[in-house]
């Protein structure tokens, strides 16, 4: 029998396994084999970071680590599809570990349950040869950006919300691109940013680009292809509409990878104004005098007039009964203050307080200041007018648990 001569390390189940990806001109045997030596770090495990990992795990990469300091739960699973109904209420690291060796037994997988912060994340960036930022805020985007520029490692950036999604990869060294920071140098202040669980997100605009970035990822290990750096994918899922925009190159003067940075060692401390965590900002505008608990609004022998700032297609989740609608958007943007004066004169009763709910009680709080304003005429309006704090997602909590939570 003729004796076969092969040239690669690769097993014949390896082989087997990965065959439609070795029959690629572009691929074969010597990137699967560079894949298998490679190790990618994951943080976040959600809606990008789910088939990112789904997508490294089955590709034959060698080595995965996986960071998230959440938990499962019910509303993560339209989009975040490596958690499954039985992994609720487990940690999301141990979930998708779980997910990931069902695929793929060979994989080595390193869970990291914690929240990344400016003190914890260098030794974990350290070690693996490029990272995916797949979490969800700006505090950790410019974190991660300013760990990956110290430990020189490629980074793999996604962010989606609503139907829209961007990808690019920053401090690509083979290529001097530009990181993070040299195109955005400040984190803008985190409640001008929106976030999914504020403003929502369709499953498969993550799941497009949670992909994108492990291929992205693949291709820097395996040194095939263009590697998206210098350039930015804008990804619209209404329109389908897919374009690729030219960045600006690396900054000299960029605060951590410019020729003078300011950030040396280590990442520095986010500003103290900022959200710590991928919590959303609880907002804190008004008095105790102008706000009122869930308990005691479910307490109160007072007639109340309920005006529900929400956006139109949110009360069909569930609404209180004779509440009157008025859309933020209607409040700050309609230019219609003195028809809105009127509609709200002639429904509110004298001896009425005023209650404005929202979802989560920020908005609310933002509509009690223009409505002081807007009927500053009405008697004593100060004391009247109040917000209900933390909105209906308290009134969830604390008083009647069948109003459904979202
Ligand atoms: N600094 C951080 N350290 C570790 N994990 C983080 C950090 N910041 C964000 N994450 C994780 O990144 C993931 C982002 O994914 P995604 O926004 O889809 O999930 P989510 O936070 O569960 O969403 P929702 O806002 O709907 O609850 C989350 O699982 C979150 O816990
Ligand atoms: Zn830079």
């Known amino acids: ?215 992205e990822a693949i291709k820097i290990v395996t040194k095939i292809g263009d590697v998206l750096s210098n350039r930015m994918l804008l990804v619209d899922g209404l329109s389908m509409n897919f374009r690729t925009i030219k960045l600006r190159n690396r900054q000299t003067t960029c605060a951590v990878c410019g020729t003078n940075p300011t950030i040396i060692n280590q990442p520095s401390p986010p500003p103290m104004n900022q959200c710590s965590n991928d919590q959303p900002c609880r907002k804190n505008l008004l008095n105790r005098n102008e706000r009122i608990t869930a308990n005691d609004l479910s307490k109160s022998n007072l007639s109340s007039f309920i005006i529900d700032v929400r956006p139109e297609h949110e009360l069909n989740i569930a609404q209180f009964d004779n509440s009157f609608h008025l859309p933020m958007d209607r409040l700050l943007y309609k230019n219609d203050d003195e028809q809105l004066r009127n509609e709200l004169r002639t429904n509110i009763e004298n001896n009425q307080q005023i209650i404005i709910v929202c979802r989560r009680g920020n908005d609310s709080q933002l509509a009690v200041r223009r409505l002081k304003e807007l009927l500053s005429d009405i008697d004593n309006i100060d004391e009247k007018i109040k917000d209900l704090e933390g909105g209906f997602q308290a009134w969830h909590t604390d008083v009647d648990s069948t109003f459904p939570l979202y």
């Open 1 to 215: 029998m003729t004796k076969h001569i092969r040239n690669h390390s690769l097993s014949n189940d390896e082989v087997q396994r990965y065959s439609r990806q070795l029959i690629l001109s572009e691929f074969g045997v010597h990137a699967q084999e560079r894949l298998k030596d490679s190790s990618a770090l994951i943080i976040g495990c959600g809606g990008l970071g789910s088939p990112a990992a789904l997508y490294l795990a089955s590709s034959g990469l060698g080595r995965l680590g996986l960071v998230d300091h959440d938990n499962v739960d019910i509303s993560n699973l339209h989009r975040q599809i490596i958690h499954r109904e039985t992994t609720i209420g487990k940690t999301k690291v141990e979930s998708a570990q779980i997910t990931c060796l069902q695929i793929n037994s060979s994989l080595k997988i390193d869970t990291y349950n914690q929240l990344l912060t400016y003190e914890n994340i260098m030794p974990i960036v350290k070690q693996y040869d490029v990272i995916l930022d797949c979490t969800d805020n700006v505090i950790t985007r410019y974190l991660i950006n300013d760990a990956c520029v110290l430990c020189q490692k490629p980074l793999v950036s996604a962010s989606v919300i609503r139907l829209e999604g961007q990808l690019s990869v920053w401090n690509y060294i083979e290529k001097n691109g530009p990181c993070y920071r040299c195109l955005y140098p400040q984190a803008p202040p985190e409640e001008t940013v929106s976030t999914c669980s504020d403003v929502g997100v369709l499953g498969p605009v993550c799941g497009t680009l949670g992909s994108l970035q492990a291929l």
